[in-house]
Nanobody
Framework: QVQLVESGGGLVQAGGSVRLSCAAS????????VGWFRQAPGKEREFVAA????????RYADSVKGRFTISRDNAKNTVYLQMNSLKPEDTAVYYC????????????????WGQGTQVTVSS
């Protein structure tokens, strides 16, 4: 069992930046692909970004390409999501997830999920 804890969310103005962290407790993160997903009010959960076990492969949703960067530090058991040039439409609860499929964008292929962290972008 992998316990995931997200942090770093909050209120930010449009055009600003936020860095989210996803920390794994009790077990090492390194064997797992890690993804970020988000869910806005009244909408389904959507893929944001994913990173492979070694960090050599990343994938992004078209809506965040060029603005968001996913990275990982396996020594710290932590994955980051740097979010720049934020827009009001980025407002959502952001979840990290861990799984065994390489950088998959499909939420059902992730085995472990965090509780989420709220990001609110004001206009």
């Amino acid at each position: 069992q992998v316990q995931l804890v997200e942090s770093g969310g909050g209120l930010v103005q449009a055009g600003g930046s936020v860095r989210l962290s996803c920390a794994a407790s009790e077990r090492t993160f390194s064997p797992y692909t890690v993804g970020w997903f988000r869910q806005a009010p009244g909408k389904e959960r959507e893929f944001v970004a994913a990173i492979s076990r070694g960090g050599f492969s990343t994938r992004y949703a078209d809506s965040v390409k060029g603005r968001f960067t996913i990275s990982r530090d396996n020594a710290k058991n932590t994955v980051y999501l740097q979010m720049n040039s934020l827009k009001p439409e980025d407002t959502a609860v952001y979840y990290c997830a861990a799984g065994s499929q390489i950088a998959t964008i499909i939420s059902g292929e992730y085995d472990y999920w965090g509780q989420g962290t709220q990001v609110t972008v004001s206009s």
